[in-house]
T-cell receptor, first 112, second 113 residues
Framework: EAAVTQSPRSKVAVTGGKVTLSCHQT?????MYWYRQDTGHGLRLIHY???????EKGDIPDGYKASRPSQENFSLILELASLSQTAVYFC???????????FGPGTRLLVL | TQTVSQSDAHVTVFEGDSVELRCNYS??????LSWYIQHHGHGLQFLLK??????VVQGVNGFEAEFSKSDSSFHLRKASVHWSDSAVYFC???????????FGDGTQLVVKP
């Protein structure tokens, strides 16, 4: 069964601090994605990657960086966390963009 | 630019009722259409997908969806809902020509006993 794991599952960060969210997949998928979900809303794409050592901007990349050091791992980095970045973050993977996406359990981030 | 519209933010039904969750999209080309379910506190899970062929596709747990090119729709249906179907349902559209998938804002389904 496809598996996407995220760490940490929840985090409290201070404004201006650095936050790194990690994602690991064992699906052997080329595509990986980072989404943000705000309460009562859908998913918004932050960054994605279709090959190791390369990342692409999504719809809301400002304030976020991404890193894909290997096919299995994809990180989301908030260099200077802000209050507005409080949200739930989901990682996903897929074989191709039009294929089924497999989601991780999410990371709940609270920036104070 | 593709858009995905889920016109109903909330739908409430009783257990055993039928339900239809609506999804409309705007794009003229070769697309893939999907539905995902999100239970509270969890990530999204795939329900079903359509690309070509029979416009009615079957998914897990008795869900099905029907593609209509003329209406630009991909509505999700279930004949008899169970309380465990309470969740948020997301419609998604992706193209074969680029690396993007677009999600709708979701429909919260509440099934009352």
């Amino acid at each position: 069964e496809a598996a996407v794991t995220q760490s940490p599952r929840s985090k409290v960060a201070v404004t201006g601090g650095k936050v790194t969210l990690s994602c690991h997949q064992t699906n052997n998928h080329d595509y990986m994605y980072w989404y943000r979900q705000d309460t009562g809303h859908g998913l918004r794409l932050i960054h994605y990657s279709y090959v190791a050592d390369s990342t692409e901007k999504g719809d809301i990349p400002d304030g976020y960086k991404a890193s894909r050091p290997s096919q299995e791992n994809f990180s989301l980095i908030l260099e200077l966390a802000s209050l507005s970045q409080t949200a739930v973050y989901f990682c996903a993977s897929s074989d191709r963009v039009q294929d089924t996406q497999y989601f991780g359990p999410g990371t709940r981030l609270l920036v104070l | 630019t593709q858009t995905v519209s889920q016109s109903d933010a909330h739908v409430t039904v009783f257990e055993g009722d039928s339900v239809e969750l609506r999804c409309n999209y705007s794009y003229g080309g070769s697309i893939y259409l999907s539905w995902y379910i999100q239970h509270h506190g969890h990530g999204l899970q795939f329900l079903l997908k359509y690309y070509s062929g029979n416009p009615v596709v079957q998914g897990v747990n008795g869900f099905e969806a029907e593609f209509s090119k003329s209406d630009s729709s991909f509505h999700l249906r279930k004949a008899s809902v169970h309380w465990s179907d309470s969740a948020v349902y997301f419609c998604a559209v992706s193209q074969s020509s680029n690396n993007r998938i677009f999600f709708g804002d979701g429909t919260q389904l509440v099934v009352k006993p």
